[in-house]
């Protein structure tokens, strides 16, 4: 079965510290697509990042970087110098190459405080 | 120049009433969705059509029928609204089969149930 876990429900931080949110999945397929998205107290999903299996290589965008490790089935997700539009709810879902759906985890809430 | 737009953003109802919730992209993709968020912020897909045809079609009640008039437009109905119904619907966009294909989201549809 595949399944998308992101055990950190809310994580709380003081700006300019650096945090990281985890995202574990799984899945039997060896083609698979994962992604980041952010969702703002606005409600909009603003698509963040993209991976593909075969592409471990970890990423870098401003403050914000991505861990891909397949050995542990992980995704994570860092924010440096954390600032208080970062205050979202994250998203961390997967796709198989087989299916179009994307399957969600149940997101991590992220506050930080002035 | 919005790209996956949705409307009405919110839908106040009474239980028993049919309403429908539009969506358009204008990015070229060839495949829409259809998400629901729950109170709980969960995030599932319902439908997915691609160059109108039904390719996706999860455990949803009959009492929800998407429809397809083009590529560029996906509108679901809900007829016999419950309580239940209540959440915010998402629809989404993609051109799959491109190496980088993301689905793209719209700004959400609020609808609550009295």
């Known amino acids: 079965a595949q399944k998308v876990t992101q055990a950190q429900t809310e994580i709380s931080v003081v700006e300019k510290e650096d945090v990281t949110l985890d995202c574990v999945y799984e899945t039997r397929d060896t083609t698979y697509y994962l992604f980041w998205y952010k969702q703002p107290p606005s409600g909009e999903l603003v698509f963040l990042i993209r991976r593909n299996s075969f592409d471990e290589q970890n990423e870098i965008s401003g403050r914000y970087s991505w861990n891909f490790q397949k050995s542990t089935s992980s995704f994570n997700f860092t924010i440096t110098a954390s600032q208080v539009v970062d205050s979202a709810v994250y998203f961390c879902?997967?796709?198989?190459?087989?299916?179009?759906?994307?399957?969600f985890g149940s997101g991590t809430r992220l506050l930080v405080r002035p | 120049d919005t790209a996956v737009s949705q409307t009405p953003k919110y839908l106040v109802t009474q239980m028993g009433n049919d309403k429908s919730i539009k969506c358009e992209q204008n990015l070229g993709h060839d495949t829409m969705y259809w998400y629901k968020q729950d109170s709980k912020k969960f995030l599932k897909i319902m439908f997915s059509?691609?160059?109108?045809?039904?390719?996706i079609n999860e455990t949803v009640p009959n009492r929800f029928s998407p429809k397809s008039p083009d590529k560029a437009h996906l509108n679901l109905h809900i007829n016999s609204l419950e309580l239940g119904d209540s959440a915010v619907y998402f629809c989404?966009?993609?051109?799959?089969?491109?190496?980088?294909?993301?689905?793209?989201f719209g700004p959400g549809t609020r609808l609550l149930v009295l």
């Open positions: 059509y691609n160059n109108k045809e039904l390719i």
């Open positions: 989404a966009s993609s051109r799959p089969g491109l190496s980088q294909e993301t689905q793209y």
């Open positions: 879902a997967l796709r198989m190459d087989s299916s179009y759906k994307l399957i």
